[in-house]
């Protein structure tokens, strides 16, 4: 029994996520960015930019899609979201899942034609990534230019060349995957002390 549940507790450590050393870690292939410092995950590529009509439709769609196919293993893949003010003013700059993004990515890769999917370079200068955040009292949505961080409201009624979508799902930090060895550890104990009881 003891060695079973030594076996058990070794598969389980082996199929844990083992922590990226670096802050941002980009796979081209897969276009998901861990960002391990914000504990969030990104998917940067599927819808892409283009036209905004018809958004949040969409988005909405393509999110449940991921979810439904499981992509990179997931199905917890949501749009980004931001706090905003309820009068309608734009968020902070810098704030929310997208602004966590940008400063990160900002600290990480000061040459910003290294960023991933090409967010950094001159011509994404006014490429805007919409939230899922309406603003209060009109059709816009907000939206997170990846030239400076700012928000702005984003009409999705028009047809802007650069603007876009991407998903995100937040990755348990270290302490969520300890508790939850430890937690195994404990029901393995107390199977191993109910089997020695029987036994006796």
């Known amino acids: 029994m003891k060695t079973l549940l030594h076996a058990l507790a070794l598969a389980i450590c082996a199929a844990l996520p083992t922590p ?8 081209p292939a897969t276009g998901i960015l861990t960002d391990t410092e914000a504990q969030r995950m990104w998917l940067l590529h599927g819808i892409g930019f283009g036209s905004s009509y018809g958004f949040p439709g969409f988005a909405i769609d393509w999110v449940a899609g991921l979810n439904l196919e499981k992509v990179g293993g997931y199905s917890d893949w949501a749009l980004p979201s931001v706090e905003a003010p309820p009068d309608g003013s734009p968020p902070a700059a810098m704030g929310g899942d997208l602004g966590q ?21 001159e011509d994404y200068g006014g490429r805007i990534i919409y939230t899922d955040d309406p603003v209060p009292g009109t059709a816009n949505y907000w939206g997170l230019s990846f030239g400076n961080g700012a928000y702005v409201a984003v009409y999705p009624g028009n047809a802007y060349a650069y603007v876009g979508v991407m998903a995100v799902r937040p990755v348990p930090e270290a302490e969520t995957w300890a ?18 009881t029987r036994i006796d």
Request: overall charge negative; charged content about 15%; cysteine-free.
């Open 101 to 121: 993004l940008f400063v990160d990515l900002s600290t990480a890769l000061a040459d910003r034609s290294q960023w991933p999917f090409g967010l950094g370079a």
């Open 179 to 196: 508790m939850l060895l430890a937690g195994l550890g404990l029901i393995g104990l107390r199977l191993a002390r109910t089997q020695e």
């Open 20 to 27: 990226a050393a670096a802050a941002l870690d980009y796979d």
